[in-house]
């Protein structure tokens, strides 16, 4: 899903995120319950990745018995159902754009605004796949982040040149 910051409408990327998180586990037979559903749509709040204690400071007014386990234990249902992923060079989160479809993720991480793009990469993730085949290397899980800076945040500064 390819953010557009002049057209992205946040609140339909929220609202379709939460919708196929609740189909994808009512498929799978699995709960996603009031705390998950929260910290899910705390996740998606933004396109920044989040820390767990800043998700447990914002699920406090919602869960006031809420504790850093109870965050934890979330995430891991989350992350286990392809719901939301972790940003390894961060310690956060950020939800999952292709919920529902088997894929490694590029993730694009601006260093001035801190939005992250997730990217399927196919390509990139073909080759990467015949290089550790040459190998005989056994990849249990891939995720590429890769630090720089937005369109969004670059286009004031191609304008001031």
Known sequence: MSRNPSGH???????????MA???CM???????????????LIWGSHKAVKAYDLL?????????????TVYRALDFLIEQGLIHRVESL?????????????????L?????HEVEERAA????????????QLAFVAHS???????????CAQPMVNQT
Do not use: W
Not at 93 to 104: P, V
């Open 142 to 152: 891939k995720s590429i982040e890769i630090h720089g800076i937005c369109i969004k």
């Open 91 to 107: 310690n956060a989160f950020i939800g999952c754009s292709y919920s529902g479809q088997q894929h490694e993720q590029l993730l």
């Open 57 to 69: 400071d914002r699920i406090k007014p919602l869960q006031p018995m809420a504790k850093p386990a």
């Open 27 to 41: 498929t799978r037979g699995v709960r996603l319950t009031p705390i998950r559903y929260q910290v899910l749509e």
């Open 22 to 24: 609740g189909q994808l």
């Open 122 to 133: 196919e390509k990139v993730m073909k080759t990467l796949a015949r290089e550790m085949k």
């Open 109 to 113: 991480i601006c260093k001035l605004c």
């Open 9 to 19: 409408n946040h609140k339909k990327c929220i609202n379709e995120a939460l919708s």
